[in-house]
């Protein structure tokens, strides 16, 4: 196996193993990798892109894109509220991005005190739906399946 493609295989499983972490503690949400056929997953209807840079021993970011809805239901099981509006639901995912960086950052880290310095996540959303099939295609991204939800999040490191 080149080199190259075993390291993509073991930063992807570091990232799934991440953003499991983080859903489980935060939200008591289950994810797993989802499969080439995404008929069955909720697509998001407004497109949420969240990002957060870090820099270091090892720069680069973290972006995480889903849906309005999938937020909501963060802050539903956060929470526990009944009804979560849009601006909690950008907040949630702000938040999720923030927890998985600083779950995966102990992870890429080559020596337990490297010190990173992390930006505040930043938050769009849009009707993007050539920057969702954009994700997709990556080969950074990573699919997952999060209760029924589509997720997508990428882990892009500067050399």
Known sequence: MPLELKAMIETKNILLEAVSQALKTMAFLDVLPADENTDEL???Q???VSAINFSGP???NL???TGTDFGKLLVENIAAIDQANEKQALDAVK?????????LLPEISENSSDVFDVTVPTV???SDSPEWSGFLQDKDSLLLNAEGYAIVVKLRMEE
């Not at 938040?95 to 779950?103: A, F, K, Q, R």
Request: charged share 15%.
């Open 42 to 44: 909720i697509m998001p």
């Open 46 to 48: 407004t497109l949420v």
């Open 58 to 60: 090892k720069k680069g």
């Open 63 to 65: 972006q995480l894109l």
């Open 95 to 103: 938040e999720l991005s923030n927890v998985i960086c600083g779950l």
């Open 124 to 126: 769009k959303t849009g």
